[in-house]
């Protein structure tokens, strides 16, 4: 197993108003994109700031490079942060924000041009930082996060005021990092986003931990879908998918401007679920209803989310935060 970078064990947190955390397991090796989700008030924040040592756990241990976490600072330079908000020193530029993190780290801080060339940071370089939007002064946070080439990134929603664009050309950066050997906290909210590079999963709600695991794993056990379009005939269609018997269930749905069936399988694997796409396929044919679309779902981690949270006896309709 690739070294920890971050580990925290049965960790528990408590405030006057109830525990935060709840026996909390997080390992983050390095190479690891470790994505860490759940609702508003799961605990995240605070998982992490008992990670990087800036809260001493109730009960439990966190380590950082297999030392206790209250001693990060011996790591200095190693970790990159992006937690509480972009914290930069509104009188300084851009430049000088990032030139002090070196300082600080008793580094000379590398030439930031290729980071500011893909996150829209160009023209910013000589501006306060007091003059900077709060999209604007995220990204500079990014940038200084990633500035030293920590060996571990714990990111805080850090792509939470980007647009599209900027979001996925932030969270590639994450990737790069972690091909390199970087192991990365991150939470988000853009599950889409989030899916594009997360390696592992962490689902927290109300303090607890309800999947923990490679990502793929945990994608694996969403049954299998299909999306179909049979356009004026979606009744019948819908009637007839019902009673088939590689069918578990069937929904409508609205995608991309589109009226479509859900259908869940009953069945597990790739081949499996190729084998009832084409025996339902083939029944809707001999009913004589024609399908312009009939495709495999791929399994997201909105789903898994949603799918989680309903077994936890949340309501499902509980948004990451």
Do not use: C
């Amino acid at each position: 197993m690739a070294e920890l970078a971050l580990e925290l064990e049965r960790v528990v947190k408590r405030w006057r108003s109830g525990a935060a955390l709840r026996g909390v397991d997080v390992a983050v090796p390095r190479g690891a994109v470790v994505g860490l989700v759940g609702p508003s008030g799961a605990g995240k924040t605070t998982a992490m700031r008992v990670g990087l040592g800036l809260l001493a756990p109730d009960e439990g241990t966190a380590r950082v490079f297999a030392t206790p976490a209250r001693a990060i600072a011996r790591h200095r330079g190693r970790v990159g942060v992006l937690i509480d908000g972009p914290a930069l020193e509104p009188a300084l530029s851009v430049l000088d924000n990032l030139q002090v993190h070196a300082l600080r780290h008793g580094r000379a801080a590398p030439d930031p041009a290729p980071w500011f060339e893909r996150l829209g940071l160009g023209g910013l370089a000589r501006r306060r930082a007091a003059r900077l939007s709060q999209g604007e002064q995220y990204r500079v946070a990014l940038v200084r996060a990633l500035l030293l080439g920590p060996d571990l990134l714990v990111l805080d929603e850090p792509v939470a005021h980007f647009d599209p664009a900027l979001a996925q050309a932030a969270l590639e950066l994450v990737r790069e990092a972690a091909a390199r050997g970087a192991a990365t906290l991150v939470t988000s909210h853009q599950l889409a986003e989030l899916q594009r590079v997360a390696t592992h999963l962490v689902l927290l709600h109300k303090g607890e931990v309800l999947l923990n695991g490679a990502l793929a794993d945990l994608l694996g056990t969403i049954a299998p879908a299909l999306r179909i379009a049979a356009g004026g005939a979606a009744a019948p269609a819908k009637a007839l998918l019902a009673r088939h018997a590689a069918v578990a269930r069937v929904d409508d749905l609205r995608a991309d401007g589109l009226d479509l069936l859900r259908v869940e399988l009953r069945v597990s694997g790739a081949e499996e679920a190729s084998a009832a796409a084409a025996a339902i396929n083939a029944a809707l044919h001999q009913a004589g209803i024609s399908v312009s679309l009939l495709a495999p779902e791929r399994p997201t981690l909105e789903e898994l989310f949603r799918r989680t949270l309903l077994r936890a006896g949340g309501s499902g309709t509980e948004r990451p935060a």
